[in-house]
């Protein structure tokens, strides 16, 4: 497997990526990731595709967010796979933290069910001071840690606006 930044050209195979991982919400998380790109934060820097023999397999885009009045974090959303095939997300996904670690950043977050992700290092956000205001149920906002500095960006975190609707979370 071959992990490396998102290039223009990659776009359409990830919206047919992104499709087929949400299936009936594929066509808006499509368009959540399309304002995620125009977006200030955007940075091909923080995007990740997976490929196997030239066949994408994994999109990974992560966003630059505020969190409390000085802290920051980066936001995983979309993350979308290949369910037709045999893939390593615990092996993508920590290849992609230790890149990111090494770029500065410190904290993962990201939407889903904490049990499903604690294998990973993910835990209960609220449970560190960090909220999102969101409230779906099943929908957790999780951190992950990725350095060795303990998490101190308590508060609110600033979610796009686009993410902030009660459907798929891209």
Not at 1 to 11: G, L, V
Not at 48 to 77: R, S
């Amino acid at each position: 497997m071959q992990i490396r930044n998102e290039k223009p050209e990659d776009r359409a195979e990830i919206a047919t990526l992104i499709a087929r991982t949400y299936m009936s919400d594929g066509v808006e998380v499509i368009e959540k990731t399309g304002i995620l790109r125009d977006m200030p934060a955007y940075d091909t820097k923080h995007t990740f595709v997976a490929e196997e023999d030239g066949e994408m397999l994994a999109y990974a885009l992560f966003t630059l967010l505020k969190v409390g009045d000085n802290g920051e974090a980066l936001l995983l959303a979309p993350l979308a796979i290949d369910t037709n095939k045999e893939f390593d997300i615990a092996g993508f996904l920590s290849e992609i933290f230790e890149t990111l670690k090494n770029q500065g950043h410190n904290y993962i977050l990201m939407h889903g069910d904490v049990n499903q992700y604690k294998d990973l290092g993910f835990v209960d956000a609220k449970k560190m001071g960090i909220d999102d205001g969101l409230s779906v149920e099943g929908v957790d906002l999780m951190i992950k840690n990725i350095s060795d500095t303990p998490v101190t960006e308590i508060g609110m975190v600033d979610l796009p606006e686009c993410l902030r609707s009660n459907s798929a979370s891209a």
